[in-house]
């Protein structure tokens, strides 16, 4: 079974995160999830997904509220540096930051490592896999371009989160959709994607 990392940070859209969660359940994947104490904080703003304080729970609260097999996810604590996603021993190939706030941008530019999230794109990166961010703020100050353009050079997705609107959208979920379908097809996984020019 594939393995895929998909981390959570405090940017808005934490929509995008719970769809491409929700459809890559529907694969032959196994998730490792991460989540920064912002994503916390923006998940229980933006769609009402409020976990415990007891960490030991947030596994299965998460599982119940995207509606996602817990056999299908592994939640790890922001510190819990013996899990496997933070060595390159772990052999995990991809690795998704849906959504990626610009200080989390920031700190994976520079190596920082200083939780689990920076620390498995630090390995990703090192082993040559493939990173995907998906990043969100408006508008972009140089500091995040230069971030932004830093990691591009080193061959990262730098997937933004900016919907087109060409397939006539009509809903805020096919425009979350969007970001979702195009997530996929850069993890070469098939679903229901649109395409330009196929009659969708
Ligand atoms: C509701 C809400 C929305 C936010 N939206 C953004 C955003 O779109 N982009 C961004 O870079 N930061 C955003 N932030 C700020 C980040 O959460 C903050 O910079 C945080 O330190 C990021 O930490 P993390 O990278 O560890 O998740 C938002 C915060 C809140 C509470």
Redesign the pocket.
Known sequence: MREIIVAI?????SQYATRLIQRLAEHDVYLHLIL????R??LA??VGCVLSDDHRKNESELSVFLGVSPSKIKLYALKEWFSPVASGSSGIDDMVIV?C????LARIACGMSENLIERSADVILKEKKRLILVP??TPLSSIHLENMLKLSRMNVHMLAAMPGFYHGEKTVLSLIDFIVDRILDHLKLDGQQRRWGKGS
């Open positions: 940070t405090g940017a808005s859209g920064s104490d912002a994503a904080i923006v703003h933006e959504p706030s610009m200080g989390s969100r703020e």
